[in-house]
């Protein structure tokens, strides 16, 4: 039983990468496209899995240069906002 314990964890960390990668905004994603990342995931499962939650996975960072620009993230930074408190 002890001998299939790796095959088990490495199933499992390819299944949550996949959903991971399945769930991550496109615009993210760091180094690569999701599809790339999906399939070296599903092809390479423990080296993929590796991979994307150290080179791929979205960060505070890429998420914060995904954000639109457009719209103000709180309402204090928004000067419509402000001007009808006045």
Do not use: H, T
Request: hydrophobic share 55%; proline share 9%; net charge positive.
């Amino acid at each position: 039983m002890v001998r299939f314990l790796p095959i088990v964890v490495i199933v499992l960390l390819m299944i949550y990468c996949v959903i991971e990668v399945a769930q991550s905004r496109p615009d993210e994603v760091r180094r690569a496209p999701r599809w790339l990342w999906a399939a070296a995931v599903i092809g390479l499962p423990l080296i993929g899995s590796v991979a994307w939650l150290f080179l791929g996975r979205p960060n505070a960072r890429s998420i914060a240069d995904a954000v639109d620009e457009r719209f103000p993230i709180a309402p204090d930074d928004d000067p419509d906002f402000l001007k009808r408190l006045r």
